[in-house]
């Protein structure tokens, strides 16, 4: 097997871009519709880690969660607070499963966790 690709589900195209481009910092790589009024699909990333969003009702459901494995989990928080993103202000914390993460929320109910292993 390969890495895998989530595809996290949106509603509106002006919010995720803001919310996954502007705030967490990754790029688009492309975006697909079949007709102009039709809905979008799109792939963003950051390094080696590829998100895909739909708007189409067909291809997920909202209210998915998943992990994103970082580098530098402290100042990655500090970038997040830094933009001063009126609908999220994470905090940082320590797992019993000696990871420390930081865990938001898209606008559409999808939760993110960005996490570094801590080294005992």
């Not at 708007?55 to 607070?81: K, M, Q, T, Y």
Request: glycine content about 6%; hydrophobic content about 35%.
């Amino acid at each position: 097997m390969k890495s895998s690709t989530p595809i996290l589900r949106i509603f509106n195209e002006e919010k995720a871009k803001e919310f996954y481009l502007t705030y967490l910092g990754f790029k688009l790589d492309w975006e697909h519709r079949f007709e102009m009024e039709m809905p979008l699909y799109m792939q963003i990333s950051n390094g080696s880690c590829i998100i895909h969003l739909s708007e189409h009702h067909g291809d997920c459901c909202p209210g998915a969660a998943i992990r994103i494995e970082v580098e530098n989990i402290g100042l990655f928080h500090s970038n997040l607070l830094s933009k001063k993103y009126k609908y999220s202000r994470p905090g940082i914390e320590k797992t019993p499963w000696n990871t420390q993460e930081v865990s938001v929320l898209d606008p559409f109910g999808n939760r993110i966790v960005f996490f570094e292993s801590i080294q005992n």
